[in-house]
């Protein structure tokens, strides 16, 4: 059974940056794709990003242009580089991954934007 560990997240003043990693306990090209999704208090898990088996990557209309996924098949790891921060960034984020039989979530790690 495939495990995704997140971590890098925290707390950080708006403007500012973060990295989050996903480390999978397999090789990530094994999957269809791999993202990032978050959920702030009260409201529903929505995508940030995801990129496929193809390297091809898609946005959340809130983030494009300040966020940006990328994967290392070496270390077996994907990544959200978050720049630009916002108050309305802050959230759990989830890191997910599907292959042709499986869609796997990692246990989350909390992001907070605030002075």
């Known amino acids: 059974q495939v495990q995704l560990l997140e971590s890098g997240g925290g707390l950080v003043q708006p403007g500012g940056s973060l990295r989050l990693s996903c480390s999978a306990s397999?090789?990530?090209?094994?999957?269809?794709?791999m993202g990032w999704y978050r959920q702030a208090s009260g409201k529903g898990r929505e995508l940030v990003a995801l990129i496929d088996d193809g390297g091809v990557t898609n946005y959340g209309d809130s983030v494009k242009g300040r966020f940006m996924i990328s994967r290392d098949g070496d270390a077996n790891t994907m990544y959200l580089r978050m720049n630009n921060l916002k108050p309305e960034d802050t959230g759990i984020y989830y890191c997910n991954a599907r292959d042709l039989m499986r869609t796997t979530w990692g246990q989350g790690i909390l992001v907070t934007v605030s002075s």
């Open positions: 397999e090789n990530i090209f094994f999957f269809k794709d």
